[in-house]
């Protein structure tokens, strides 16, 4: 995204000197050193403006003799979400367990569930987080289609994150009932491949079945499988709109028998796959998978086109936050952009000769760095993302053996630091 800043020209004439001095990349200023920088700045910084400077242009105005320029707002989005346990729930019988996550909660902050039952308002509820997290239940709900929304009341913030939806229904064996045990889609071709799980009354499915991609209420692709084995079916399909789309199945043999399958992170916002390296080899994020991807954080990563750069970054998902330089660089700046917090942080390294590495000031569990500096006399200007390696470890212990009749215990044991993200 580019964000323009906001120039006043306090003295055109000495504006129009300055033009070969003075560049605007996205987040940084480049100044020559016959730039014209007044003196009220340079006292301000405590620097010598002799040589090539790169200032940051994110928060606070930089005045030049005769120009001022004002960055634009860079404000992001609070990160969080809510998720339930399960997409299906027996009615008055089943408890809903709603699971909370805001990184960077203030405890002042009044956090509400906004909860609505076929469309209408049923629900409104204030929650307390603890260590950033918490879980919610609802008990004996009555069968609908309910969504829950989290809310931040606080100036300027609002909804966080996308609501989650479930349904609760009567209980009885279903005719039909699926699960999607592996998929992905191929960002080229649109081709969407899926595996899924097919039981009827509780038991494998094995006859042919109707898949149809539904792309909100449309139905936009079809495909009729026979099983691969015993109650386990794979297929293709092209998957290209706007989201979010759901599997439609259905028995050739007996119209009775459908069930529809959410396809997680089928947004078209969310099946966008980002770049967020772009020195070196491309790396790119995105919610849903591709083939041979790499799952971290909740998203799936991939490898694209090798960029030759004057900076490289080997490693993003890395406790080591290390950008290698190949080619003398000046005046190099950082910024240090914490994608919990949303929150930057300005690192000023200098120049750095050929060889050498840059090591990022910051120990944020995901953070995207902005660097910008001078290769060869000209302004440079790139980025990278920096991603903490997942730390949950999780062991589960089970009996041996059990008699008939006797409850199973199976125990979870988090091995991780109570805050985690």
Not at 72 to 88: E, N, Y
Request: with cysteine.
């Amino acid at each position: 995204m580019q964000y323009w800043p906001k120039i006043s020209i306090d003295d055109a004439k000495r504006a129009r000197q300055m033009t070969k001095d003075v560049q605007i990349g996205n987040y940084f200023l480049f100044v020559k050193h016959n730039a014209g920088i007044s003196h009220r700045f340079k006292r301000l910084l405590n620097k010598s403006y002799d040589k090539k400077e790169v200032l940051p242009l994110i928060d606070t105005a930089v005045t030049l003799e005769g120009v001022t320029i004002t960055p634009t707002s860079r404000d992001l989005k609070h990160i969080g979400c809510v998720v339930t346990d399960r997409d299906l729930y027996r009615a008055e019988q089943d408890t809903v367990h709603i699971f909370i996550a805001l990184p960077m909660a203030s405890a002042s902050r009044i956090l509400i569930l906004q909860i609505s039952h076929n469309g209408k308002h049923f629900d409104r509820r204030r929650v307390q987080l603890s260590n950033s997290i918490g879980i919610e239940t609802l008990d004996k709900l009555l069968p609908g289609d309910y969504s829950v929304q989290l809310l931040v009341l606080e100036e300027g913030m609002g909804e966080i994150g996308i609501p989650v939806s479930f349904t609760v229904a009567e209980y009885s064996l279903a005719p039909l009932s699926a699960r999607l045990v592996k998929h992905n889609l191929n960002q080229k071709t649109k081709a969407f491949t899926f595996e899924l799980s097919v039981e009827s009354y509780q038991l494998p499915f094995a006859d042919k079945l109707v898949v149809t991609l539904i792309d909100q209420d449309m139905a936009v692709a079809e495909i009729t499988l026979d099983s691969v084995s015993s109650g386990f079916y794979a297929g293709e399909l092209q998957m290209d709109g706007t989201g979010p789309f759901r599997l439609r199945l259905m028995a050739v043999d007996d119209a009775e028998r459908v069930a529809e399958v959410v396809i997680p992170g089928s947004r078209a916002t969310e099946r966008q796959a980002s770049v967020i390296n772009e020195l070196g080899q491309t790396r790119l994020f995105s919610m849903m998978p591709e083939p041979n991807t790499l799952p971290i954080r909740g998203g799936y990563l991939t490898e694209g086109d090798f960029i030759a750069a004057p900076l490289t970054v080997e490693k993003i998902v890395t406790d080591q936050r290390l950008i290698q330089v190949n080619t003398k660089i000046e005046s190099v700046a950082l910024i240090n952009l914490d994608l919990l917090s949303g929150k930057h942080k300005v690192q000023n390294v200098g120049d750095v000769m050929a060889g050498n590495t840059v090591t990022v000031a910051t120990d944020s569990p995901m953070m995207t760095v902005f660097i910008g500096g001078f290769v060869n006399g000209e302004p440079f200007e790139g980025y990278t993302t920096f991603i903490q390696p997942d730390q949950l470890q999780l062991t589960v212990t089970t009996p041996k053996t059990i008699r008939p009749k006797d409850n199973l215990t199976v125990q979870l044991n988090c091995t991780s630091p109570a805050k985690y993200y």
